[in-house]
């Protein structure tokens, strides 16, 4: 990309630095087990309390560019050691967390990231999906209803919600939950299904079938079930 070309060479011209450059270069080289091994060493033997953190988690792009996924996690938790206060630091390291299923770095990271920016709807939403994960509904909904509130239009938030809820058997909740998620968003099928399954649970086939008809009707790929 010509575009992405010229910007590495203005940030040569105005920093020259040679591991900062290094790391320019890796992005216009293809993926290689050489030019991975480059990008290793250069991470394992960064002094990061030296870096600035927006050159630590360039190297973390680097390192999932190229699917190292294992040595990212180390680096970035050598990252965040050095900068706790970091949002995108702790933000990053926590999706890598959990994306390797490792639902308890995941919480800790999200953690620490609300806490550093506690306006930030995307983090309370994920630290709830974390939790959500590792079974603590209660916890779980209090993180979905905040990111709510900081971001009532989310339907994605609401879902999540109404997730966590329907793990609790708030079937009232969950009715009302999916109702305003799918008024945010008519067109997500699992919503729909969601709501379905929720009616079910009430013992309203009627309106169970109906929305699992329009689940359907948006997925046709949607399996038709009912949740136990």
Request: proline residues 4%; positive net charge.
């Amino acid at each position: 990309d010509l575009s992405w070309k010229r910007l590495i060479a203005i940030a040569r011209g105005i920093d020259p630095d040679p591991m900062r450059n290094r790391l320019r270069s890796s992005r216009e080289q293809p993926i290689t087990p050489e030019t991975k091994a480059d990008l290793r060493s250069l991470a394992q033997s960064m002094d990061v309390d030296r870096q600035h953190p927006s050159t630590l988690l360039s190297v973390s792009f680097s390192l999932s560019r190229t699917k190292q996924r294992e040595v990212n996690v180390r680096f970035l938790r050598r990252a965040q050691a050095a900068f706790p206060d970091d949002f995108w630091l702790n933000f990053v390291l926590a999706e890598n967390c959990r994306t390797g299923e490792d639902h308890a770095g995941a919480v800790r990271f999200w953690t620490a990231a609300v806490a550093v920016r506690p306006s930030s709807s995307a983090a309370h939403n994920n630290l709830g999906k974390s939790l959500l994960n590792q079974n603590e509904l209660g916890e779980a909904i209090a993180c979905f209803r905040k990111a709510i509130k900081l971001d009532p239009e989310a339907a994605l938030f609401r879902f999540n919600l109404a997730t966590a809820l329907y793990g609790k058997g708030n079937w009232e909740q969950v009715i009302s939950t999916c109702k305003t998620a799918i008024e945010l968003d008519p067109k997500n099928a699992a919503t729909h299904r969601m709501l379905g399954n929720a009616y079910h649970r009430q013992g309203d086939l009627d309106e169970a079938i109906a929305w699992l008809d329009k689940s359907l009707e948006l997925d046709a790929t949607s399996a038709l079930t009912i949740r136990d």
